[in-house]
C-alpha cells in the first residue's frame, strides 16, 4: 500500500495557539517523510523532514514527531501566526529522490 | 540562482486540444519530477526523468502523456487530446542528485483548464 492519510483536512488556530498535523501511512518501506508548505497560486516548499532513526526533529517552531510502531508522524507548529496560514501536505517515500506520496493536505487557517 | 521555472502559469484548452507544459529546473540539477495536483488533493507523481532518460514513469497515465527532458531545452509534459479530467494544477520538481531530498524543488506549476 502507497497510500498516506493526512488529518485534520481544515484547522482553525488562534494566533500563538499549536497546530497540530497528523499523518499515517501503511508502507513500511516508507523511510523519508517531509512536510510541505503551500500557499495559494504557489508550488509545495520544504517546510521539515525526517527519517525513521529519530522520533522527533525540531526546526524552529515546527517540529515533527514520529512513532515508527504506530506508523504515524505528526507536524506541530508552536506559537502559530496568520503567516502560516497555508495548505500543510505530509509526504513518504523510499529513500529521498524517489517518488514522494502525499497525504490529501490540511488548509490550516491562523486567526489574529 | 532561479528556481524552478514551469511555464506557461496558465494553459486553456479545448478538448481534443494538446496540451505542452515546459519545465526548466534549477541550475545545476539534472533530475526532473512531475506531479499533478487535482483540485483540493494532494500531489500524485506523474513520472521522474534524467537528462534523456525516463527513470520512473509508474505514475503516468498509459494513454495520451508523454514526457521527456532532452539534453539540450526544458523538461515538457505533454497531454495529447485532453479532457475534461486533465484540469489539474501540474508541478515539476527538480534535484541535483537522487539522494538530496533537499534540493528537491518545486517549481510554481502550470494550470491548466480544458473547457
Known amino acids: 500500500q502507497q497510500q498516506v492519510k493526512q488529518s485534520p483536512q481544515s484547522l482553525i488556530v488562534q494566533k500563538g495557539g499549536i497546530s497540530i498535523i497528523n499523518c499515517a501511512y501503511e508502507n513500511t518501506a516508507f523511510d523519508y517523510f517531509p512536510w510541505y508548505q503551500q500557499f495559494p497560486g504557489k508550488g509545495p516548499a520544504l517546510l521539515i523532514a525526517i527519517r525513521p532513526d529519530v522520533s522527533e526533529k525540531k526546526e524552529g517552531r515546527f517540529t515533527i514527531s514520529f512513532n515508527k510502531s504506530a506508523k504515524q508522524f505528526s507536524l506541530h507548529i508552536m506559537d502559530s501566526q496568520p503567516g502560516d496560514s497555508a495548505t500543510y501536505f505530509c509526504a513518504a517515500s523510499r529513500g529521498a529522490g524517489n517518488m514522494l506520496t502525499f497525504g490529501g493536505g490540511t488548509r490550516l487557517m491562523v486567526k489574529p | 540562482n532561479a528556481g524552478v521555472m514551469q511555464n506557461p502559469r496558465h494553459l486553456v484548452r479545448r478538448r481534443g486540444q494538446e496540451a505542452r507544459l515546459r519545465c526548466s529546473p534549477m541550475?545545476?540539477?539534472?533530475?526532473v519530477y512531475w506531479y499533478r495536483q487535482l483540485p483540493e488533493e494532494g500531489l500524485k507523481f506523474m513520472v521522474y526523468l534524467q537528462k534523456e532518460n525516463i527513470i520512473d514513469e509508474s505514475g503516468m497515465p498509459k494513454e495520451r502523456f508523454s514526457a521527456e527532458f532532452p539534453k539540450e531545452g526544458p523538461s515538457i509534459l505533454r497531454i495529447q487530446q485532453v479532457v475534461r479530467g486533465d484540469s489539474a494544477a501540474y508541478f515539476c520538481?527538480?534535484?541535483?542528485?537522487?539522494?538530496?531530498?533537499?534540493?528537491?524543488?518545486f517549481g510554481s506549476g502550470t494550470r491548466l483548464t480544458v473547457v
Open positions: 520538481a527538480s534535484s541535483d542528485t537522487r539522494q538530496n531530498h533537499y534540493g528537491y524543488t
Open positions: 541550475k545545476g540539477h539534472s533530475h
